[in-house]
């Protein structure tokens, strides 16, 4: 069985930052793309960021310059620090792990059950 789960969000002043961080556990044979998107109120879930296993990087363009994510190879684990932060920020962040399981042939989608940020003006 494999587990997603994130940490890290919180209540945080505009202008403020906050880091989150996402570790994929359990029966992993590989992780590939690791990645964090997000759902505001009303709207659809949006790609903030995502990073390759060898570290290429994918970034929205509202978050450019802002957000930076990176990963742990050896721990599973992907983070995304927020600078600047925005009251637009304000969302749902859920991370994303496509990973191949042990016993399983093809790489899947594996979701965290997502963390509140929230940015107040």
């Known amino acids: 069985q494999v587990q997603v789960v994130e940490s890290g969000g919180g209540l945080v002043q505009a202008g403020g930052s906050l880091r989150l961080s996402c570790a994929a556990s359990g029966a992993i044979f590989s992780v590939n793309a690791m990645g964090w998107y997000r759902r505001a109120p009303g709207k659809q879930r949006d790609l903030v960021a995502s990073i390759t296993r060898g570290g290429s990087t994918n970034y929205a363009d509202s978050v450019k310059g802002r957000f930076t994510i990176s990963r742990d190879n050896a721990k599973n684990t992907v983070y995304l620090q927020m600078n600047s932060l925005k009251p637009e920020d304000t969302a749902v962040y859920y991370c994303?792990?496509?990973?191949?399981?042990?016993?399983?042939?093809?790489?899947?989608?594996?979701w965290g059950q997502g963390t509140q940020v929230t940015v107040s003006s």
């Open positions: 994303k792990a496509t990973l191949q399981a042990t016993g399983l042939w093809v790489p899947n989608d594996y």
